[in-house]
């Protein structure tokens, strides 16, 4: 193997078309420059190939037998001999495997031309510079059961989900800064194929679907990637995030050992890998990406795939394994993934119910639930800081070393990207960030605080041996302990969902730990944190409108012209009644049905009904040109419409407009549920019950709105149409388009869309869709609480709020899609609404609030560039309430709020000591005292 490699010598022609593909600056390159180029090539051939380099790395020496090969380390641009000695050493393993697989080595560099020279060096060189010409630093991945190890350092790592197509470019950096600032290392994401491929081999990589530049801003920042390529990625996302044109594809099966399918599947992947590569961002090229996933949840829809479920999650690990990232693959969900991928865990818990497949795997959360999504007619679900933590806490108290929150922005489904069917627009989730970008708190702050409790202990939990002491039923004492240094770090936690416990680990302290809580010690004989005790701060945000630029909208509006519609006018006819997604792939929310029927076919009915079974979503009916009844059932089901009908000598013609609201992207096969009206049946029911099947009739179809096609929510397009002023007429009308211009609120504060008045539709501002609006759908009355309690068992219906209200008012209007001026807003109503109450508002910090306990540190802060204006409450000793309710209790100090005052006003944020000598009681020990503030945000 040396010799021949030592043999191969780069001819000095070439050295210039090697640089070029190297080399990222431009221009001629100097005699000199190919000398030491064509140098630098030899040396590294010569010495990648040698025994000495492996010889080296066991030795951890830089000189062999007199040798100095530090010099060769140096030309090649080898700063960091550790890095560039276990580099070698892989090349020499895949060598000794290659050996032990008795397959001759060969390289057919010395067979081929100057062409294969140009690839191979190019190949072996990146990460590895030459010289002062280029230099790249590489991180190696690699895992055991107690860390993820980067370039040699055993990390634990903290993650949360941000998908980019949710938010947007001009967003991405602050949300990116605001997780590095709560102490997270990573950034998880999905990759969208139905974004990215909406039609078959042609892409869009653009504007908020440019993820190869939401990777670079993550890099840039310091942190890591998750990717998780599924293709599948579920995420309430429309289809799953599956393209509509795969559905149509002959002989094709989703998610099953269906070549159709795998062959699609495969070049999208392989077209994301490669993009990455290209950009070099994965781990081992030196960019930020440390973990990619394939497939995703499919273990828990498996078992009604049977063999060909098992043979497809094989393949799936095979070709991903085969495109050679360098760096570990995973599988959520998936008990059995095929080594070497490494099982992960998703839900709201995932301690000791959970071990990986492999016992040299490392334990790893893909997703920690830190809320749940919402469908329309839903309240609020919200899960509570508190339960948040102790779910963390409780995976890495049993030897959880990956830990990701789905998520730590939620964001927007901007467009008709909500999947389901009925998923809201709002994707907030209830996330450490806000749907807007802003601080969720105390959520936020309060894992910040836990972020910071892992850390302390982070070398700790990557390098010792894990015990468990369960001191009772509830209580369980984790002690991690490093034998060679004597190191220690503990978690206590007490899983009781009632009743609070004092523990007495001896010569290590005695500790309070509340019910549902996990105490973190350091040393195991100090707290640091506990997760049923918050000390960050609460914020109150309000919206306010900008009443002195928008005090009133001056609307216009303009009907849906459906002329050719309402008369049977299709562009295309079957003899049977369509599925809605096929055969609009995707390209619209609406399809209509449309047949005619002569009175002589129905002269057998007398009072005849109409009746549709359709598949959903929501049904328009019209019969000769007259509206007769919408209908649309709960979470998206199958309904049955029926309305009694008119029918006219001649010919009558019905009128059916079948519309979608997101289409389901989870469960097994679904992809194959059914949408519209198809295969119906559809009946006129006369009286004594008897039938006539219109299903087989010759049926007109159209796929889309005529506004949709004319582009009305397009401000350039939309000044061809005929826009009417606005009267007491035209409001509450189906099926009509408003216009209205506002102009953009000053400031940097998120700006949003009060929908109210509004029924079901969709919203643009300068031809951005905003999505899907619904606000006259009104969440129930039932199940709401001021509080909640975060002990015991969490799941979505436990904590919820909103009740009696729209399930959804207000709209994200990202900044990046306003003028710098005026602005056009253009709504297609659907069902009827009055656009006269809508408004645009901006979303501001109005009132925080901080309760921390004796010995902590209390901060508060207003964001968006606010200070501080006014203490509406503040008191140490023992206050009383929540923020908005603070009272005193049965003692404080008098000048409690004198001393935050002189601290905090003006200011953008401020930090108190919550200790007795801090509030003038000198060094008091064992007081039990809290500090409760609740201060005013104002602009400055």
Known sequence: ???????????????????????????????????????CANEFISFVTSEAAQKCHNENRRTLNGDDIYWAFGSLGLDNYAEASSMLLLKFREAERIKASDKAITFQHHQHGVEDHDSFFFEVSQGLPCGRFFAVERDYVSYDSNAIIINGERRVILSGSMHYPRSTEAMWPDLIQKAKDGGLDAIETYIFWDRHEPQRRKYDFSGRLDFIKFFQLIQDAGLY??????????????????PLWLHNMPGIQFRTDNQVYKNEMQTFTTKIVNMCKQAKLFASQGGPIILAQIENEYGNVMTPYGNAGKAYINWCAQMAESLDIGIPWIMCQQSDAPQPIINTCNGFYCDYDFSPNNPKSPKIFTENWVGWFKKWGDKDPYRSAEDVAFSVARFFQSGGVFNNYYMYHGGTNFGRTSGGPFITTSYDYNAPLDEYGNLNQPKWGHLKQLHASIKMGEKILTNSTRSDQKISSFITLTKFSNPTTGERFCFLSNTDNKNDATIDLQADGKYFVPAWSVSILDSCNKEVFNTAKINSQTSMFVKVQNKKENAQFSWVWAPEPMRDTLQGKGTFKANLLLEQKGTTVDFSDYLWYMTNIDSNTTSSLQNITLQVNTKGHMLHAFV????????????????????????????????????????????????????????????????????????????????????????????????????????????????????????TPPGTDPVTLDMQGMGKGQAWVNGQSIGRFWPSFIAGNDSCSTTCDYRGAYNPSKCVENCGNPSQRWYHIPRSFLSDDTNTLILFEEIGGNPQQVSVQTITIGTICGNANEGSTLELSCQGGHIISEIQFASYGNPEGKCGSFKQGSWDVINSAILVEKICIGMESCSIDVSAKSFGLGDVTNLSARLAIQALCSKN
Do not use: H
């Open 225 to 242: 990637v998750v990717m998780r390529i599924g293709p599948y990625v579920c995420a309430e996302w429309n289809y799953g995030g599956f």
């Open 1 to 39: 193997m040396g010799e021949n490699w030592e043999s191969l010598q780069l001819p000095i022609a070439n050295v210039e078309r090697i640089m070029k593909k190297i080399i990222p600056q431009k221009g001629k390159i100097s005699k000199e420059a190919k000398k030491t180029m064509q140098e």
């Open 624 to 743: 000769n040109r007259r509206y007769i009844g919408s209908q649309w059932r709960n979470n998206g089901q199958s309904f049955v419409f029926e309305k009694p009908i008119l029918i006219k000598p001649g010919t009558n013609t019905i009128t059916l407009l079948s519309a979608t609201v997101g289409l389901k992207n989870y469960d097994a096969f679904y992809d194959t549920v059914p949408t519209g009206i198809d295969g119906g049946p559809i009946y006129l029911i006369g009286d004594g019950n008897v039938t006539i099947d219109l299903s087989s009739n010759l049926w007109s179809y159209k796929v889309g709105l005529n506004g949709e096609m004319k582009q009305l929510y397009n401000p350039v397009f939309s000044q061809r149409t005929n826009w009417r002023e606005i009267n007491q007429k035209s409001i509450g009308r189906r099926m009509t388009w408003y216009k209205t211009s506002f102009k």
